[in-house]
């Protein structure tokens, strides 16, 4: 097990390099350079010059990527433009409400995709596989931002069920232990702080799991009938073996490793996919602090991103590897 972490840890080495230099790039590949870029229509010879010099891209191309490496090492992920604060320090205020909300819209996909495609598989040809089929495409095709606002316009504005945006009631005094809003109120005994944080999650939580749950279902039901179909288990049914025991044992653990993987993607996608989401429901994560990024050309705050990101979707690789090794230990002996 230990063998194949670090094999693994040491492939992200050269990826995160590569796209670090990428970044690097593509800052100063800008139109006019990124000192025209961040300032846009301010864009004077006079300040450009002063950006310039300010943020060191008036010294030699190596020297300005060798700096640059040095502080991404320090943790320095550079100062937001439109807030004046580190980087690093603006996600870490941010990112426990993309994690409640990518939590919630998780176990949407995985508590509602596995079983639909687990039934869609088991009754495959009849009306429920047909229902589950239809479900998963519209899963897929409907925007994300355009399910959002219906969700928000039907269940919060119409039927008031819902919170329509925001993370928590600004009424409601809650204290903050950990930044994560429902696990505070659950530490310090303020459940109504806890239940209406719950609350706010629940439509974009629903939102932002939707494209997974229905990838999720296909491949289920996919992985579900290529296994059902084995010759082991046929020898299984042939044996006498319960129905129960076969679809634990043999189908549904060998069914997963598939899965397993588009989950881990799909994790990925859900953090770096809650722009559209977090900007609908005005909750304040690090999507919404991203878009805002992007309209006032925020580069540090966007290459920060995009790194974070990276080293996000590495680390979610190296659990995916870590599970294959669980479920099948075949994978430890190769």
Do not use: C
Not at 30 to 50: D, H, I, K, N, Y
Not at 287 to 298: Q, S, V
């Amino acid at each position: 097990m230990l063998r194949l972490i670090g094999k693994r840890v040491a492939l992200l080495v050269p990826t995160l390099f590569g796209l670090s230099l990428l970044l690097f790039l593509w800052v100063r590949s800008l139109p006019g350079g990124p000192a025209t870029a961040l300032l846009g229509e301010r864009a004077t010879p006079e300040r450009v010059a002063e950006v310039n010099a300010a943020y060191g891209f008036d010294r030699p191309i190596l020297e300005q990527y060798v700096t640059y490496i040095g502080r991404l090492l320090s943790g320095d992920f550079g100062v937001s433009i439109q807030t004046g604060r580190p980087v690093l320090e603006e996600f870490a205020n941010r990112f426990p409400a993309t994690i409640e909300l990518t939590i919630v819209a998780l176990i949407v996909a995985i508590g509602i995709g596995i079983p639909l495609g687990y039934l869609s598989a088991k009754y495959y040809g009849k009306a429920p596989d047909h229902v589950a089929v239809v479900v998963s495409l519209l899963g897929v095709t409907i925007p994300v931002f355009f399910l959002a606002f219906i969700l928000k316009y039907v269940f919060a504005v119409e039927l008031g069920w819902f919170p329509p945006d925001g993370r928590q009631d600004p009424r409601i005094d809650a204290t903050d232990v950990t930044g994560f809003a429902v696990l505070d109120g659950l530490l310090t005994g303020e459940f109504d702080a806890s239940g209406d944080a719950l609350m706010h999650l629940v439509l974009p939580g629903i939102a932002l799991g939707t494209i997974p749950l229905a990838i999720i279902a296909r491949i289920t039901r996919a992985s579900v009938l290529e296994v059902t179909g084995a010759d082991y288990v046929r020898t299984a049914r042939a044996k006498g073996l319960s129905s129960g025991l076969i679809r634990d044992r043999f189908v549904l653990r060998n069914a997963l490793l598939p899965v397993v993987t588009t989950i881990g993607l799909q994790l990925g996608l859900l953090i770096s996919g809650a722009v559209l989401t977090e900007t609908v429901f005005a909750f304040a994560g690090i999507g919404n602090f991203l878009a805002d990024a992007i309209f006032r050309r925020d580069f540090p705050v966007l290459q920060g991103f995009i790194l974070f990101i990276a080293i996000l979707y590495a680390l979610i690789n190296l659990l995916v590897d870590i599970s294959y090794s669980i479920i099948d230990p075949r994978v430890r002996v190769q």
